[in-house]
């Protein structure tokens, strides 16, 4: 019995030992294939070092809201409702952007963006059933400050990271509602990104996750007409909001027009 534990043992280390080296070949082999590829013709090759960087950008993103319910019972009614974001549909991104080179590898990035979306929240009642749903529209107003960390150009690429703080303020924050949401908010966002060298422009693909900080659930609601609508206020202990913002981001356009063999072509440049 112990020699067949004991061979059993044997050969489960001896899988586990060649997995680990599969493992470990297939991304030692990636990694050198990687690296083994050819230099090729950089396209824009001194353009990062500027120090002073403008451009704009424009995406998609999507909205949400953490919300902490509490169990709340309205003593009049003896109704017990909790809320939740229950879908997530994608709003519309658009700004400009500046950005100052630091070093070879860090800058700081100053990003103003207007950002239009919507969240839809569902109240369920627990013992009945019953739902009530409400949509709070937004505009939201962004002053992102970030610092970026690029790693090195390959070829016509190079990846990066970014982080920074991001202030927002709601310009259509409403009142009447079943829960009112405060118009200033304070992120905390982190993402990456790509600089893509074309030959006439550079481009920056940009994934960014944010996650607000404050409270934005307003408690006093002096502002209802409507009094049994107080309820779902009381039933949620706060809220904290999320995002996650896709871009594209276009850096310093310039309007160059080249003219050959009677014809005339307008380019638009967009370099960093």
Same mark, same amino acid.
């Given at each position: 019995?112990?020699?067949?534990?004991?061979?059993?043992?044997?050969? %489960?280390?001896?899988?586990?030992?060649?997995?680990?080296?599969?493992?470990?070949?297939?991304?030692?082999?990636?990694?050198?294939?990687? #690296?083994?590829?050819?230099?090729?013709?950089?396209?824009?090759?001194?353009?990062? *070092? /500027?120090?002073?960087?403008? !451009?704009?950008?424009?995406?998609?993103?999507?909205?949400? %809201?953490?919300?902490?319910?509490? !169990?709340?019972?309205?003593?009049?009614?003896?109704?017990?409702?909790?809320?939740?974001?229950?879908?997530?549909?994608?709003?519309?991104?658009? !700004?400009?952007?500046?950005? =100052?080179?630091?070093?070879?590898?860090?800058?700081?990035? $100053?990003?103003?963006?207007?950002?239009?979306?919507?969240?839809?929240?569902?109240?369920?009642?627990?013992?009945?059933?019953?739902?009530?749903?409400?949509?709070?529209? &937004?505009?939201?107003? &962004?002053?992102? =400050?970030? $610092?970026? #960390?690029?790693?090195?150009?390959? +070829? +016509?690429?190079?990846?990066?990271?970014?982080?920074?703080? +991001?202030?927002?303020?709601?310009?259509?924050?409403?009142?009447?509602?079943?829960? /009112?949401?405060?118009?200033?908010?304070?992120?905390?966002?982190?993402?990456?990104?790509?600089?893509?060298?074309?030959?006439? #422009?550079?481009? +920056?693909? *940009? $994934?960014? #996750? @944010?996650? !607000? =900080? $404050?409270?934005? %659930? /307003?408690?006093?609601? &002096?502002?209802?007409?409507?009094?049994?609508?107080?309820?779902?206020?009381? &039933?949620?202990?706060?809220?904290?909001?999320?995002?996650?913002?896709?871009?594209?981001?276009?850096?310093?356009? %310039? =309007?160059?027009?080249?003219?050959?063999?009677?014809? @005339? @072509?307008?380019?638009?440049?967009?370099? /960093?």
């Amino acid at each position: 019995m112990c020699n067949k534990k004991a061979c059993l043992y044997v050969i %489960i280390t001896m899988r586990t030992i060649h997995f680990r080296s599969l493992v470990s070949f297939f991304f030692l082999s990636l990694a050198l294939g990687i #690296f083994a590829q050819e230099r090729k013709v950089q396209n824009r090759p001194y353009i990062d *070092e /500027r120090r002073l960087h403008y !451009g704009f950008l424009f995406g998609v993103h999507m909205q949400d %809201i953490e919300l902490q319910n509490n !169990g709340f019972i309205d003593p009049a009614s003896g109704e017990q409702w909790y809320a939740e974001i229950d879908n997530y549909s994608p709003g519309f991104t658009v !700004g400009v952007l500046g950005s =100052l080179r630091l070093n070879k590898y860090l800058s700081l990035r $100053l990003s103003p963006t207007i950002h239009f979306g919507q969240k839809h929240a569902v109240y369920h009642e627990q013992k009945s059933g019953a739902d009530s749903t409400q949509v709070f529209k &937004s505009t939201y107003i &962004s002053m992102p =400050l970030d $610092l970026k #960390f690029a790693a090195p150009r390959y +070829n +016509n690429f190079r990846p990066y990271l970014i982080g920074g703080i +991001n202030p927002m303020v709601d310009l259509t924050a409403r009142k009447h509602d079943a829960l /009112r949401l405060k118009p200033f908010d304070l992120y905390l966002e982190v993402g990456m990104g790509c600089d893509i060298y074309l030959p006439f #422009f550079k481009l +920056n693909p *940009e $994934l960014k #996750f @944010c996650f !607000g =900080l $404050l409270d934005i %659930i /307003r408690k006093d609601r &002096s502002d209802l007409i409507d009094n049994t609508l107080m309820k779902y206020t009381q &039933s949620v202990n706060g809220g904290r909001s999320r995002m996650i913002v896709l871009t594209l981001n276009f850096k310093k356009g %310039i =309007l160059m027009i080249v003219r050959s063999n009677r014809r @005339c @072509c307008v380019l638009i440049s967009m370099c /960093r």
